[in-house]
C-alpha cells in the first residue's frame, strides 16, 4: 500500500485524503500484528488460511468430550476443524458465484488477508489470481503458503491498497471482497472494481451490513465496528453504490440464519474466543445486522 504522507503544517486542516490515509494505516498496523489463533489454527489444518467466518450446519458432535474420557485436547481439535469446514463453505460459496471462468481468466481478490480465497478460486477454476492486502506481513504470509502449494506462477499477493491497485483497466473476469468492504468507502471501492472488470465481469461480495429497516446502527454493530476497526455500512448502500459504479445485482442471497451456527458453535470454543462472539450473535437475533452475499455484473 502507498500511504499518503500527513501533512505535517499543524496551521492547515487535515484532508480527507490525509485522514482516509491514517485510518488505513491503522488497520495495517492492526493486520501486521494481528495473530488471532481463530485464523491461524483454523488455517493449519489444510493450510487454507481464511479472515472470514462460515455457514451451514453444524455437526455439534464435535462438542462431545469423547464419550466422558475427558480428553478436552481432542475435542478442540474436532471443535476447530468443524469452525474450519464452516469457513471453508463459505469461501466455495462466494467463489462457485464468479464463474465461469477459465484457466485463461484472471481474478481480483479484494482484501485478501492470508489469502485462501485465491487459492481456492484458483483450485476451482485453474485461473490466475490477484489477491491483495493492505498489510505487508499478510502479503508475505500468502505469497508462501502460494509457494509452498507451487502455484505461484498463478496466484500472487500485493501489499497494495485495493481502493488504487495499479492494475491494468479490464483485465479481470471476477473480483470479490470477502468480509473487507467494510473498511473502506463503497464509491472509491466500487468504481476500482468496474476499472477492473472487463464488461460483463463479475464481482461477488460476502459482507455484514446493518439493516436500514432496523434504523441506525445498533449498540452491537458499534461494538463490531470498535472491534475490528472498521466502519460497517447500511445494506441500502451496497445497492445505491454499486448502481452508480456500473454493477448490476444479479443475485442476492441472506446468509443471516446459515451463519448463526458458526458463530453459536465457536461461542463454545473457549481456545478460540475472541470476546465479540455475543455481539454478534444479538445483532442477527434482534434484525439489526445481516449477513449477505451480492453477485453483481459489470455493464
Known amino acids: 500500500m502507498t500511504v499518503t504522507e500527513a501533512d505535517t503544517t499543524a496551521a492547515r486542516v487535515p484532508t480527507q485524503a490525509t485522514c482516509q490515509s491514517t485510518y488505513q494505516a491503522r488497520v495495517a498496523d492492526y493486520w501486521n500484528a494481528e495473530e488471532n489463533p481463530v485464523n491461524l489454527e483454523l488455517g493449519k489444518i489444510d493450510d487454507l488460511y481464511h479472515h472470514h467466518y462460515g455457514v451451514g450446519d453444524v455437526d455439534w458432535s464435535v462438542l ?16 476447530t476443524a468443524e469452525l474450519h469446514r464452516l469457513e471453508q463453505a463459505q469461501a466455495d460459496l462466494l467463489a462457485s458465484h464468479l464463474g ?15 489469502g485462501g480465497g485465491s487459492v481456492v478460486a484458483h483450485l476451482r477454476y485453474g485461473c490466475h489470481a490477484d489477491g491483495v492486502t493492505i498489510s505487508r506481513k499478510q502479503a508475505d504470509f500468502a505469497h508462501a503458503q502460494a509457494r509452498k502449494r507451487s502455484i505461484d506462477d498463478k496466484v500472487r499477493y500485493h501489499d497494495r491498497n485495493m481502493l488504487d491497485t495499479g492494475f491494468p483497466s479490464g483485465a479481470y473476469a471476477a473480483s470479490w471482497n470477502n468480509e473487507s468492504t467494510m473498511y473502506v468507502e463503497l464509491d472509491l471501492l466500487f468504481a476500482e472494481h468496474a476499472r477492473l472488470l472487463r464488461r460483463g465481469g463479475r464481482y461477488v461480495t460476502i459482507t455484514g451490513c446493518f439493516n436500514d429497516a432496523y434504523g441506525r446502527a445498533s449498540r452491537e454493530v458499534s461494538l463490531i465496528n470498535a472491534h475490528y476497526i472498521c466502519d460497517i455500512h447500511p445494506r441500502s448502500e451496497y445497492f445505491r453504490a454499486m448502481a452508480r459504479n456500473r454493477l448490476v445485482p444479479v443475485h442476492v442471497q441472506d446468509l443471516t440464519a446459515d451463519t448463526v451456527p458458526y458463530w453459536e458453535l465457536r461461542k463454545q470454543a ?13 445483532a442477527y437475533e434482534n434484525g439489526s445486522f445481516q449477513y449477505l452475499l451480492i453477485a453483481a455484473d459489470r455493464v
Open 64 to 79: 462431545d468430550d469423547d464419550r466422558g474420557t475427558g480428553d478436552t485436547a481432542r475435542r478442540r481439535d474436532r471443535i
Open 100 to 114: 465461469p471462468l477459465s484457466p485463461a481468466d484472471r481474478v481480483f481478490d479484494a482484501g485478501c488477508g492470508r
Open 270 to 282: 473457549d481456545h478460540l474466543v475472541t470476546g465479540i462472539e455475543d455481539a454478534f450473535l444479538s
